[in-house]
């Protein structure tokens, strides 16, 4: 056996280079915070190589089976005999394989943000809530216990509210981020629901007691049932809601779009790469319990991620903001990941789905990340976000040029590029699963290839606009990152995922299904040529069509009024109709009562207080009428007696 | 000597010091320096009481002193603490410390004001170490008195107003809780023989069910009024909009606790049957107090009352976990107690804080502090984190406890009170980053504000205090709860007894 407790450190080093850049607040020098930023993630990567290869290559396996196993764990709070929260650390494939990816990407995010982030006042602050990310986010992944990944879930999403806010003086930024964090939190909400409720009925929140598959434990407490469905289901539905606001799923996805004011090297890294698929990795973690005691919640799943697949795509056709067509993006290839989790079975070729939807989370980091670091190098060189701002960039940004054109025939899903392999596992796998399901899957390839070839013919081809400023190519630091993750997207594709990765932890050996990749690559070219045709020069076709589309257009560019509706929710139901209406009654009602009380009590003894006037006269009278009542009454008494 | 005594005799030294000083500068510094001794002595008192234990002493409480006061009606001066009452005290420790830099530059009448600060504290120090309840309700007296001068003096605001309500309603309290107080006494020995106010004996006896459920009510609102229970409550927002900081800070932060600590001490402890038959009205009572005091939160405009319903909402849950009944909730109950105390104690000194540059506490007014005040904003928005209940920080330990505990109850009510409770997570979120935008975030609204100085020595020392404690209690809680936990036997075993 080999001795994991060095793991320990991936979570320490990035905590400490947070306590490092944020306590000396502004008086640390910013080049000296963002060196040791850069040098602790770049240790934590190097930790993160090491185990990986040791994992996968060395001693990862048993009998050919991957196992799970415990680098370290310590008590953190005891509730009661039973339930206790531990710290711990978790190996098994798909966490070492998250160990990659977020390494990797928050390293060439700290990289890149070193020229990108120059000059700005709160570089320091900057780097600071990077390592805070980072060490959160790598916490969640190795969590040992489902209420671990619970504490560090909530901690990214501060980390996500604090640099979504990063331009603290920038109003759309403070709402932006108030609104990621409120969304999710409401998520989150039905998170820790379903995690009390699990955890009621079967006592633990150990996710190696809760998976195994041999376990009597997970299926004993099926027959307790609620409004029609076993009360495991409700938890493992209220999990994915947490899981669904983290993912930005339909319909609690509504944050992630405005989450782009954040500084775009943020976005890559966050909103994404790593934190963004977080509820994919939550459900991929809870599996095997989805699959034995709630598969219709897993059904939900499947459909949420379809539905969402689809629903942003169409929405991304219609966007004019580089950022928010890559979120939009993101959101339809997190649905691709949920589908493929909920049409997988588990164990061999049943398996498929579950690791088509680690691979592509895996391919999609890559890609994604290069996609909106390149955005980001864009924006540098024409500071705007409205591709109507941008045209002809390929002949003044030459290497951004091949790195983002690299990364959109990744996503469109043309081979040899990463994500053909990722997304044609994710076809199959719906397709044995769910002919419905399929032809989304289907449709929204296309549709993915139409919308980034959009983007990429406006940006880079298109017309010529007449710049202020010359732009030019980004400088070294900034590139480096974009070859080295456009290198990771060319080959990618070609790790034989199956063989670390699986339901069971088994190998799986999986090629290319041409009957279905054929027409899907097909498919894709299509989507990419009407692009070509549209956008690759000026001309007036796409504002016809537009005008065509009219209204129907007009809903998808206002993403279909969502916004507007939860604003309503807000703003007019519970702000100024129930709160508004609470403080009312407190004030007018309940302190009025009690006020009310004091002035009876005032009332009452200003009538009396003439009782102690002073006045012999007003004693003698009242003595009088007293002595004389009390005779009558006893006379009274004593005639009936 | 014993330990616990000198908690009480500390303040009473340090008043007696304050009342030969001259100038309000020694004034201060004779008040830092007595409440510094206090705080190293409130945490000693709890290293002791580990180390006690550690070496194995198992009895319910320890470092008990007896001392016959009144003989007629047996009233002793009896002290003895266990865990919990030992967090309390730390808790205690630390924000009168605070609280005395808090008010740091208060210029008038600053002898009278830090002696009535002082006497409050003791007040609060003797009901901590009291185990006879006579002596307990003296020192809650105590504790309640200074307020009125406190508020009343030194206020802003409609401070008469708020003080005469405060006191009144607080005392209305106390009326309530003596009857349950006298009540318990009475029947404290059903088999002849004297009669006793002590907490240890009382428990050891089982009042009569009927009896009890006629007490019950009043001893839980009697401190519930303290706890601000719904609809008991409205003291609270007045009251702490017109107290000066110090009194905000020690009045949310640990006089409120009284309440919690009361309820479960003595209503829940020495009344385990009401308290089981009971509880689903109480649950009503405090289940609304949580979510109606995050709601009313959500549009207040001033920031001492977004606290105020704040701490409604943050002490709702502290009563609602006691009504749960099991041990979870109860440890709970005293972790969001600590938690409560030091993060509203954080709060309110930053409002006062605040309020002494910008002198206006509308959210609406201000805007931008962040970039002119720094370090009290990163104070006020770590403040906020904890409040809503951020992992890493004290608010999530002790939710999370009480959420846990308050799962286990199987009855169909409380779990719907329990979602209902639950959700308050969001709608503190909600209002919790309302004030966070509209005060620190954004561009600087008042340009007149450009020239506020950030924080001076003796305020960064309090928000570093606090924070230090907040953190510590998020990030290493094991110790705390254990502590707590294992104090928790004797009244688990009085509640699995009569079932």
């Known amino acids: 056996m080999e001795n994991w407790s060095y793991i320990i450190w991936i979570l320490i080093i990035p905590f400490l280079s947070f306590l490092f850049a944020a306590l000396p607040g502004t008086k640390l020098k910013s080049s000296v915070s963002g060196l040791v930023g850069i040098a602790s993630i770049l240790s934590v990567a190097i930790l993160s190589y090491i185990t990986a290869y040791s994992y996968f290559f060395v001693s990862?396996?048993?009998?050919?089976?991957?196992?799970?196993?415990?680098?370290?764990?310590?008590?953190?709070?005891?509730?009661?005999?039973?339930?206790?929260?531990?710290?711990?650390?978790?190996?098994?494939?798909?966490?070492?394989?998250?160990?990659?990816?977020?390494?990797?990407?928050?390293?060439?995010?700290?990289?890149?943000?070193?020229?990108?982030?120059?000059?700005?006042?709160?570089?320091?602050?900057?780097?600071?809530?990077?390592?805070?990310?980072?060490?959160?986010?790598?916490?969640?992944?190795?969590?040992?216990?489902?209420?671990?990944?619970?504490?560090?879930?909530?901690?990214?999403?501060?980390?996500?509210?604090?640099?979504?806010?990063?331009?603290?003086?920038?109003?759309?930024?403070?709402?932006?981020?108030?609104?990621?964090?409120?969304?999710t939190r409401f998520a989150d909400f039905g998170f820790l629901l379903g995690i009390l409720l699990l955890a009621y009925y079967t006592n633990t929140f150990d996710f190696i007691t809760l998976t195994d598959t041999n376990g009597a434990l997970i299926t004993s407490p099926v027959a307790a049932t609620f409004m029609g469905a076993s009360v495991l289901t409700w938890a493992m539905g209220l999990i994915f809601i947490g899981g669904a606001g983290k993912s930005a799923m339909f319909p609690l996805h509504i944050w992630l779009p405005d989450a782009m004011e954040g500084p775009t090297p943020v976005s890559a890294?966050?909103?994404?790469?790593?934190?963004?698929?977080?509820?994919?990795?939550?459900?991929?973690?809870?599996?095997?319990?989805?699959?034995?005691?709630?598969?219709?919640?897993?059904?939900?799943?499947?459909?949420?991620?379809?539905?969402?697949?689809?629903?942003?795509?169409?929405?991304?056709?219609?966007?004019?903001?580089?950022?928010?067509?890559?979120?939009?993006?993101?959101?339809?290839q997190i649905g691709y990941m949920m589908l493929a989790l909920g049409v997988s079975g588990y164990g061999g070729e049943k398996g498929l789905g579950y690791m088509a939807s680690m691979f592509h989370l895996f391919t999609h980091a890559m890609f994604k990340a290069l996609l909106f670091l390149g955005a980001g190098s864009v924006i540098h060189a024409v500071h705007s976000n409205l591709i109507g701002d941008m045209g002809n960039l390929k002949k003044y940004m030459p290497i951004t040029h091949i790195t983002f054109l690299i990364a959109c025939l990744a996503i469109a899903g043309i081979p040899p590029f990463a994500g053909f392999f990722s997304k044609d596992e994710i076809l199959v796998a719906a397709f044995e699963h769910d002919k419905l399901l399929f032809s989304i899957a289907f449709f929204v390839a296309g549709l993915t290839a139409f919308y980034m070839f959009r983007l990429y013919f406006r940006v880079f081809w298109g017309k010529k606009q007449a710049y202020h400023h010359a732009p030019h190519e980004s400088?070294?630091?900034?590139?480096?990152?974009?070859?080295?993750?456009?290198?990771?997207?060319?080959?990618?594709?070609?790790?034989?995922?199956?063989?670390?990765?699986?339901?069971?932890?088994?190998e799986l050996l999986v090629h290319t299904h041409w009957n279905i990749a054929l027409p899907a690559i097909?498919?894709?070219?299509?989507?990419?040529?009407?692009?070509?045709?549209?956008?690759?020069?000026?001309?007036?076709?796409?504002?016809?069509?537009?005008?065509?589309?009219?209204?129907?257009?007009?809903?998808?560019?206002?993403?279909?009024?969502l916004d507007e509706v939860y604003l309503f929710v807000t703003k007019n139901i519970i702000f100024n109709g129930i709160s508004k209406s609470i403080a009312w009654f407190d004030k007018n009602i309940i302190d009025a009562s009690m006020d009310g009380m004091a002035l009876v009590t005032n009332y009452f003894s200003d009538k009396i207080k003439g009782a102690q006037s002073g006045s012999v006269q007003q004693y003698t009278w009242w003595y009088m009428v007293g002595s004389i009542g009390i005779a009558v009454f006893v006379l009274y008494f004593l005639m009936i007696r | 000597m014993d330990i616990l005594s000198l908690l009480v005799i500390i303040p009473i030294l340090t008043i007696i010091g304050i009342v030969f000083c001259q100038t309000q500068k020694q004034t201060r510094i004779i008040a830092a320096i007595g409440m510094s001794i206090q705080l190293l002595q409130s945490l000693y008192v709890v290293w002791a009481y580990l180390k006690e234990r550690s070496l194995g002493n198992t009895a319910e409480m320890v470092f008990t002193r007896d001392y016959t006061w009144f003989e007629t009606w047996n009233i002793h001066y009896a002290i003895g603490i266990d865990g919990i009452s030992a967090a309390m005290i730390a808790l205690t420790g630390v924000v009168i410390f605070t609280g005395i830099f808090a008010s740091w530059n208060v210029k008038d009448l600053s002898k009278e004001f830090f002696i009535s600060l002082i006497?409050?504290?003791?007040?609060?120090?003797?009901?901590?170490?009291?185990?006879?309840?006579?002596?307990?309700?003296?020192?809650?007296?105590?504790?309640?008195?200074?307020?009125?001068?406190?508020?009343?003096?030194?206020?802003?605001?409609?401070k008469e107003y708020s003080a005469m309500k405060l006191t009144l309603m607080l005392m209305g309290g106390s009326a309530l809780l003596l009857v349950g107080l006298l009540g318990i006494y009475f029947h404290s020995a059903p088999g002849g023989g004297p009669l006793t106010f002590n907490i240890l004996e009382i428990s050891k006896i089982d009042i009569p069910v009927n009896v009890q459920l006629f007490l019950f009510p009043f001893t839980f609102i009697g401190f519930g009024v303290l706890g601000a229970l719904f609809p008991f409550h409205t003291w609270s927002p007045d009251g702490h909009a017109s107290a000066p900081t110090a009194v905000s800070m020690l009045h949310a932060g640990v006089l409120m606790k009284l309440g919690g600590y009361g309820c479960l001490r003595i209503a829940t402890f020495l009344l385990p049957d009401a308290a089981t038959e009971l509880s689903t009205i109480f649950i009503f009572m405090t289940g609304t107090s949580v979510i109606y005091g995050a709601l009313g939160a959500i549009m207040q405009t001033d920031l001492k009352y977004i606290n105020a319903y704040s701490s409604v909402s943050h002490c709702g849950l502290v009563l609602f976990a006691v009504l749960m009944l099991n041990k979870t909730a109860f440890n709970g109950a005293v972790l969001q107690m600590l938690s409560h105390g030091l993060m509203t104690a954080l709060f309110f000194a930053l409002i006062g804080m605040i309020y002494g540059r910008t002198h206006t506490r509308d959210v609406y007014k201000m805007g931008g502090l962040m970039k002119i005040l720094p370090f009290l904003s990163v104070c006020y928005v770590i403040a906020g984190l904890a409040s809503l209940g951020l992992p890493g920080l004290?608010?999530?330990?002790?939710?999370?406890?009480?959420?846990?505990?308050?799962?286990?109850?199987?009855?169909?009510?409380?779990?719907?009170?329990?979602?209902?409770?639950?959700?308050?997570?969001?709608?503190?979120?909600?209002?919790?980053?309302?004030?966070?935008?509209?005060?620190?975030?954004?561009?600087?609204?008042?340009?007149?504000?450009?020239?506020?100085?950030?924080?001076?020595?003796?305020?960064?020392?309090?928000?570093?205090?606090?924070?230090?404690?907040?953190?510590?209690?998020?990030?290493?809680?094991?110790?705390?709860?254990?502590?707590?936990?294992?104090?928790?036997?004797?009244?688990?075993?009085?509640?699995?007894?009569?079932?």
């Open chain 1, 475 to 506: 400088p070294l630091i900034m590139i480096l990152p974009l070859i080295l993750l456009a290198a990771a997207s060319c080959l990618t594709g070609f790790i034989p995922f199956g063989k670390f990765v699986s339901s069971d932890g088994k």
């Open chain 2, 119 to 158: 006497l409050l504290s003791m007040g609060v120090f003797g009901f901590f170490i009291s185990l006879d309840l006579f002596t307990m309700f003296l020192f809650y007296e105590i504790a309640v008195i200074p307020m009125y001068l406190l508020i009343g003096i030194w206020g802003s605001g409609k």
């Open chain 2, 394 to 499: 004290s608010g999530f330990v002790a939710e999370m406890t009480i959420f846990v505990g308050a799962f286990q109850n199987e009855s169909l009510f409380h779990r719907i009170f329990t979602i209902l409770a639950i959700s308050s997570i969001v709608v503190t979120a909600v209002y919790i980053l309302r004030v966070v935008g509209l005060l620190l975030l954004g561009p600087v609204k008042n340009k007149e504000y450009l020239s506020l100085k950030d924080a001076e020595w003796h305020e960064k020392l309090t928000g570093v205090v606090l924070i230090i404690a907040i953190a510590i209690i998020g990030m290493a809680p094991l110790w705390l709860s254990d502590m707590i936990m294992d104090s928790l036997e004797p009244i688990m075993q009085k509640l699995t007894s009569i079932k």
């Open chain 1, 269 to 332: 890294l966050i909103h994404a790469a790593t934190m963004v698929v977080a509820g994919v990795y939550l459900v991929a973690r809870m599996f095997p319990v989805y699959l034995m005691v709630a598969p219709d919640a897993l059904e939900i799943v499947a459909y949420t991620g379809g539905f969402t697949a689809l629903f942003a795509a169409v929405i991304a056709c219609t966007q004019h903001d580089i950022k928010r067509i890559l979120a939009f993006s993101t959101m339809s």
């Open chain 1, 522 to 561: 097909g498919f894709a070219l299509t989507g990419i040529f009407t692009a070509m045709a549209f956008y690759r020069k000026e001309t007036n076709a796409s504002k016809d069509i537009t005008n065509a589309l009219g209204a129907v257009y007009k809903w998808a560019y206002k993403k279909f009024y």
């Open chain 1, 60 to 183: 990862g396996k048993t009998d050919g089976v991957f196992q799970k196993i415990i680098a370290f764990n310590y008590v953190w709070v005891r509730f009661s005999e039973i339930l206790q929260i531990d710290i711990g650390g978790l190996l098994d494939p798909i966490s070492v394989m998250m160990l990659v990816v977020i390494s990797t990407i928050s390293l060439m995010v700290h990289i890149y943000s070193w020229s990108y982030m120059h000059g700005e006042t709160g570089f320091a602050r900057y780097y600071a809530f990077l390592s805070l990310f980072t060490f959160s986010m790598l916490g969640l992944v190795l969590a040992t216990n489902i209420f671990q990944m619970y504490i560090f879930w909530e901690l990214v999403g501060v980390s996500s509210f604090l640099l979504i806010g990063f331009y603290y003086e920038k109003p759309s930024a403070i709402a932006a981020s108030k609104k990621a964090f409120i969304v």
